[in-house]
Structure formats: structure tokens, C-alpha cells
């Protein structure tokens, strides 16, 4: 059974960071690209960014370039998500997915998401 | 970046009824098109992808077509459990976008 669990969430600062770590499972995790995707209270869905299969490339949506990077350890089947100069708008519950296959970035599987508050 | 928009943005309708949710592009994405429904404090699940085709145990009153620009998913007899927000989904290209969401409530 293919399973991602997220966690890592809480609370944080305004200009902290967080690192939101995917546990992987049930799949050959090192042969699917992954990605992460947020929604803030109460809004809609927020592509974040997906890494390929080796961790050697990876796309950003344009508001988080510079402060979020995503990053994996196939040997240990995990994903990561390392949040720098957190604002308020950050606020959301964060979501790793994987993409079924190549050149097809859409999600078959969802982690059960991790909130994050950022707050002073 | 490619807008996706769907409308209507809430829907409300009774078991048995013919619903259809449409999707617009602001710039043609073939066919490249995923659709999710999501219920309260629940991860997406994915319905259907590459506009047309069905998910994997996703019930068959559940079908999407189109292509280009517009889309539309339609639940041919809607059902209790189908109540929820979805939401359609270019990967056509970087960035990936969703549409803003349909909220679908069952009279």
C-alpha cells in the first residue's frame, strides 16, 4: 500500500524556518518524481514544487524561490521540504505527493498533510 | 503562468442530478488536465487525469472530457459521498496551476 506521511509541522516565527519531512512507502520511491503543494485556511490548493527521481532537478512555483527548497534521500525513502524566512502567508497545511509518471505531474497519492503556523 | 478557472464556484444539487463542473485555460494545455475532489480536513484524490481518463476506482458516474482550453467533469447521477470541493489541475507546463475550486453541496 502506497503510503506518505508528512510531518515536522507547528508552530513558527515570522523569519524562522521549518524542515517538513515525507516518509515514503508501499513504492519504489527513488523512480517517481515527488512534489509538495500547500493550502492556507479556508483557500484553495497551491502548487509548491516538484524534484525528479534523482534529486538533480527541480521546478519552484515563482513565491517561494530563494526561501523553500525541496530536496530527497532515496536511500531512507524521504522527501523534504526546508522552509526559510517564513511570513504569515505561509500559514497552511503542506501536502507531498507523488507523481505517477514521467512527463505526467499530476498526483496519484497525497500524504495526510502537516499544518504550519507561522506566528509570532 | 497558465490561469486556470472553473466555475461555477459553488454548486448545490440533489441526489440523481446530472452535474457538470467546467474548467477554462487561459492558454491551450491539450489535453493535460487532472481533476480532484477534496472533502473537509482530507488530502485530494484524484478523478480524473489527462482530461478523459478515470482514475483507478474512482466510480464510473464520474467522467471528464475536452480539450485546448475547456474542460468540464460530470458526475452522470450524483450520489451522497460525492459532496466536496474539487479542483482541476494543468501539467502542461511549470508552473503547475489548480483552478480556484468548486464547492459541491448536496441538497
Known amino acids: 500500500e502506497v503510503q506518505l506521511v508528512e510531518s515536522g509541522g507547528g508552530l513558527v516565527q515570522p523569519g524562522g524556518s521549518l524542515r517538513l519531512p515525507c516518509a515514503a512507502s508501499?513504492?519504489?520511491?527513488?523512480?517517481?518524481?515527488m512534489g509538495w503543494v500547500r493550502q492556507a485556511p479556508g483557500k484553495g490548493l497551491e502548487w509548491l514544487g516538484n524534484?525528479?527521481?534523482?534529486?538533480?532537478?527541480?521546478h519552484y512555483v515563482e513565491s517561494v524561490k530563494g526561501r523553500f527548497t525541496i530536496s530527497r534521500d532515496n536511500a531512507k525513502n524521504s522527501l523534504y521540504l526546508q522552509m526559510n524566512s517564513l511570513r504569515a502567508e505561509d500559514t497552511a497545511v503542506y501536502y507531498c505527493?507523488?507523481?505517477?509518471?514521467?512527463?505526467?505531474?499530476?498526483?496519484?497519492?497525497w500524504g495526510q498533510g502537516t499544518l504550519v503556523t507561522v506566528s509570532s | 503562468d497558465i490561469q486556470m478557472t472553473q466555475s461555477p464556484s459553488t454548486l448545490s444539487a440533489s441526489v440523481g442530478d446530472r452535474v457538470t463542473i467546467t474548467c477554462r485555460a487561459s492558454q491551450s494545455i491539450s489535453s493535460w488536465l487532472a481533476w480532484y475532489q477534496q472533502k473537509p480536513g482530507k488530502a485530494p484524490k484524484v478523478m480524473i487525469y489527462k482530461a478523459s481518463s478515470l482514475e483507478s476506482g474512482v466510480p464510473s458516474r464520474f467522467s471528464g472530457s475536452g480539450s485546448g482550453t475547456e474542460f468540464t467533469l460530470t458526475i452522470s447521477s450524483l450520489q451522497p459521498d460525492d459532496f466536496g470541493t474539487y479542483y482541476c489541475?494543468?501539467?502542461?507546463?511549470?508552473?503547475?496551476?489548480f483552478g480556484q475550486g468548486t464547492r459541491l453541496e448536496i441538497k
Open positions: 505527493a507523488r507523481v505517477p509518471y514521467d512527463g505526467n505531474a499530476y498526483y496519484d497519492y
Open positions: 489541475q494543468q501539467y502542461i507546463s511549470y508552473p503547475i496551476t
Open positions: 508501499g513504492f519504489s520511491f527513488s523512480s517517481h518524481w
Open positions: 524534484i525528479n527521481q534523482d534529486g538533480s532537478g527541480t
